[in-house]
């Protein structure tokens, strides 16, 4: 046990000790890791909501809810959304 303090009081540190240099690079690595997964994930999700808005629109339905938007006129009686080409043209 004295060996060991003494060991330490030297300035002979064992080879599991972490020294602070290493461990701020390890920091900055994982950091960086976890920036690019949260980036991932964010870009995936608005990629499949948009994917998803754009299958509804082809299909007939409202890119927002859902709603059949077959026989009716814009906006949509479910949510109220109106298309984009026609929330351009100015209304009377």
Same mark, same amino acid.
């Given at each position: 046990?004295?060996?060991?303090?003494?060991?330490?009081?030297?300035?002979?540190?064992?080879?599991?000790?972490?020294?602070?240099?290493?461990?701020?690079?390890?920091?900055?690595?994982?950091?960086?890791?976890?920036?690019?997964?949260?980036?991932?994930?964010?870009?995936?999700?608005?990629?499949?909501?948009?994917?998803?808005? %754009?299958?509804?629109?082809? +299909?007939?339905? =409202? !890119?927002? /809810? $859902?709603? %059949?938007?077959?026989?009716? +006129?814009?906006? =949509? !009686?479910? /949510? $109220?959304?109106?298309?984009?080409?026609?929330?351009?043209?100015?209304?009377?």
């Amino acid at each position: 046990m004295l060996d060991a303090i003494d060991a330490e009081l030297a300035g002979d540190f064992p080879e599991t000790t972490i020294r602070w240099p290493q461990l701020g690079l390890d920091l900055f690595y994982i950091a960086s890791h976890l920036v690019l997964i949260v980036a991932g994930v964010r870009l995936g999700i608005a990629l499949y909501k948009r994917a998803r808005a %754009d299958a509804r629109a082809l +299909e007939g339905q =409202c !890119p927002n /809810c $859902g709603y %059949d938007m077959t026989g009716t +006129e814009p906006p =949509c !009686p479910e /949510c $109220g959304m109106r298309p984009a080409d026609d929330a351009d043209k100015p209304r009377p």
